[in-house]
C-alpha cells in the first residue's frame, strides 16, 4: 500500500493551541552514556495533529476509545479553501463546493498548516468552521470533517458553538493537519485513516493522519 502523511510532526517546544501547556518532550537517556536512547511527552491530548472525541465538549460525551477503529477510516472529501481570506467563517456557501458528502470524511484545506508557527496570525486568524456550516455537515451526513488548524472552530466566540454541534451529532474531529505538495494528485481514490492511541476515557487523541491507496492504483 501506498500512503501519504497529512499529519504535523511533534517535537520540542513545537508551535501548539496557545491555551495549553508548552510542548515538552526531553531525551532523558541517550548513547553511550545511558546504553539506551529514551524519550518523554509531556503535552495535551489534543496537541499536534489530534482527534476529538464528544467528551472533548459534551459533558457526558463519548470518549475517544469508545469507538471501533473502523470509525477513524473512510472515504474522503478535500476540499481546497486556500483562496479563503484569514479569519473566513467557513460556511454552507464554501461547503457546498465539496459535492456529494454523505457518509464520507471531509477535511478543510485552509493553507494554514503551512503557516504552523507561534504567531498570532497563525494561532487567532485561521479561516474556520462556523457555527452554521457545522450544522451543514450534520446536515449532509458528514461521518468525520477536519482541517489544517488545532481548531475546527477558530479561537473566537464560534469555537465552541462549532465543537458543540459537531460532536452533539457524533461527527467526529480532527485537527491540525498539513496538506503537503502533491496531496491533490494522491487523494483520487484514496482512503482517509487516522487511528487514536489506545488511551481509555480520553477526550482526544494525538494520531496519524494518512491518505491510504492500494500500490497498484
Same mark, same amino acid.
Given at each position: ?23 515538552? /518532550? ?7 552514556? *545511558?546504553?539506551?536512547?529514551? &524519550? ?34 473512510? &472515504? ?8 479563503? *481570506? ?10 457546498? =463546493?465539496?459535492? =456529494? ?18 504567531? +498570532? ?17 450534520? +446536515? ?7 482541517? *489544517? ?25 480532527? +485537527?491540525?493537519?498539513?496538506?503537503? &505538495? ?11 485513516? =487516522? ?15 494518512? /491518505? ?6
Amino acid at each position: 500500500m501506498r500512503f501519504f502523511d497529512l499529519s504535523q510532526p511533534l517535537f520540542d517546544g513545537c508551535p501548539n493551541c496557545h491555551v495549553h501547556p508548552p510542548v515538552n /518532550l526531553p531525551r532523558t537517556a541517550d548513547h553511550p552514556s *545511558d546504553g539506551w536512547r529514551m &524519550e518523554e511527552f509531556h503535552m495535551t491530548s489534543h496537541t499536534g495533529t489530534h482527534l476529538d472525541a464528544p467528551l472533548h465538549k459534551i459533558a457526558g460525551g463519548a470518549s475517544i476509545d469508545a469507538y471501533p477503529l473502523e470509525t477513524f477510516a473512510g &472515504e474522503q472529501v478535500i476540499l481546497d479553501l486556500t483562496h479563503l *481570506d484569514a479569519s473566513h467563517p467557513i460556511g454552507p456557501d464554501e461547503l457546498v =463546493a465539496a459535492g =456529494a458528502v454523505s457518509g464520507k470524511i471531509l477535511l478543510l484545506n485552509t493553507g494554514w498548516g503551512h503557516r504552523r508557527a507561534k504567531t +498570532e496570525e497563525w494561532i487567532h486568524r485561521s479561516p474556520y468552521l462556523s457555527p452554521a456550516g457545522a450544522e451543514w455537515v450534520v +446536515e449532509h451526513g458528514v461521518k468525520a470533517v477536519g482541517i *489544517d488548524h488545532f481548531s475546527i472552530g477558530g479561537t473566537g466566540p464560534d469555537n465552541t458553538p462549532t465543537h458543540e454541534v459537531l460532536l452533539g451529532n457524533g461527527v467526529w474531529v480532527i +485537527e491540525e493537519l498539513c496538506f503537503r &505538495e502533491g496531496w491533490r494528485e494522491f487523494a483520487d481514490g484514496a482512503t482517509f485513516m =487516522a487511528l487514536p492511541l489506545l488511551v481509555p476515557g480520553f477526550s482526544g487523541s494525538p494520531c496519524r493522519a494518512v /491518505l491510504v491507496r492500494d500500490s497498484r492504483s
